[in-house]
């Protein structure tokens, strides 16, 4: 509640009046000062809770063999990369300090629609996807570029469904949330552009560690994407460009072979 003077009274003294503050919560609606300390706070979160989510499942698989099974099924697969990716989001919205889903969806860049920018995020998706595709035909380069890919080939019926949800849903909502949505825009608070995008490539690399040690092209596609969707993230106001940009390079791997 903001005081203000009253002089409707000719000849009186000023008294204060009660005015109504415009956000009654004292919640930053319009932007929020997020700083890189706020970034690193909410990647030292993260990486804990997938320790211990890793850790946690391998005690599971050593003393039940039926755990171990239902991790291999696609059910497992899914229920897996939705409670860790799900994890991720919960950390990066606590950190954002976003306190409603409005609030949350405002600051994250949720609640504007896709920009021109998306067009350009989904474009350089597919090219670069080409282009390692090609490198892999041609160069006879070994290995994938995901994991998920592989499994997603290699398994028939409706099972693929719970392989093929992570790829097209929860990794383009849910990594971009967490990641482009906050802990880039928090090294924006503090660094320049390309010092933020390279923390965000390092990062990416500890995420996807499995594809960057298998495979020379899946370092070249997966750090060149994540260039373009910060950059897309640095123009857009929208995240919704950067989630379309994600998608479009995850359902490209879809429509080429899989080469070992």
Same mark, same amino acid.
């Given at each position: 509640m903001t005081l203000v003077d009253d002089f409707s009274r000719p000849g009186s003294a000023s008294k204060k009046l009660p005015v109504p503050d415009e956000n009654p919560n004292n919640e930053k609606r319009l932007d929020y000062h997020w700083s890189a300390r706020d970034a690193?706070?909410?990647?030292?979160?993260?990486?804990?809770?997938?320790?211990?989510?890793i850790l946690a499942s391998l005690e599971l698989e050593k003393k039940s063999a039926a755990f171990n099974a239902w991790r291999g099924t696609g059910f497992g697969y899914f229920f897996n990369s939705l409670l860790i990716q799900s994890g991720f989001v919960v950390i990066a919205a606590y950190f954002a300090r976003t306190k409603t889903l409005p609030s949350f969806l405002k600051?994250?860049?949720? *609640?504007?629609?896709?920009?021109?920018?998306?067009?350009?995020?989904?474009?350089?998706?597919?090219?670069?996807?080409? +282009?390692? @595709?090609? +490198?892999?035909? /041609?160069? #006879?380069? @070994?290995? +994938?570029?995901? *994991?998920? +890919? /592989?499994?997603?080939?290699?398994? @028939? #019926?409706?099972?693929?469904?719970?392989?093929?949800?992570?790829?097209?849903?929860?990794?383009?909502?849910?990594?971009?949330?967490?990641?482009?949505?906050?802990?880039?825009?928090a090294f924006r608070g503090s660094y320049s552009l390309w010092t933020s995008i390279a923390l965000l490539v390092v990062w990416t690399a500890v995420l996807h560690r499995s594809q960057y040690t298998s495979s020379l092209v899946a370092v070249f596609e997966i750090s060149l994407i994540t260039i373009v969707q910060c950059y897309v993230r640095e123009k857009s106001v929208s995240l919704w460009d950067c989630i379309l940009c994600h998608l479009a390079f995850n359902v490209s791997l879809l429509f080429v072979p899989v080469i070992l």
């Open positions: 690193w706070k909410c990647l030292g979160m993260m990486l804990f809770f997938e320790i211990a989510f600051a994250f860049g949720l *609640d504007a629609k896709p920009g021109k920018y998306a067009a350009f995020g989904i474009v350089s998706a597919v090219i670069i996807r080409t +282009v390692g @595709h090609l +490198v892999l035909v /041609y160069n #006879g380069t @070994h290995g +994938v570029s995901m *994991d998920a +890919v /592989y499994i997603f080939s290699q398994t @028939h #019926g409706l099972r693929k469904i719970f392989f093929l949800v992570p790829l097209v849903l929860i990794g383009p909502f849910f990594e971009e949330a967490a990641n482009r949505g906050f802990v880039f825009k």
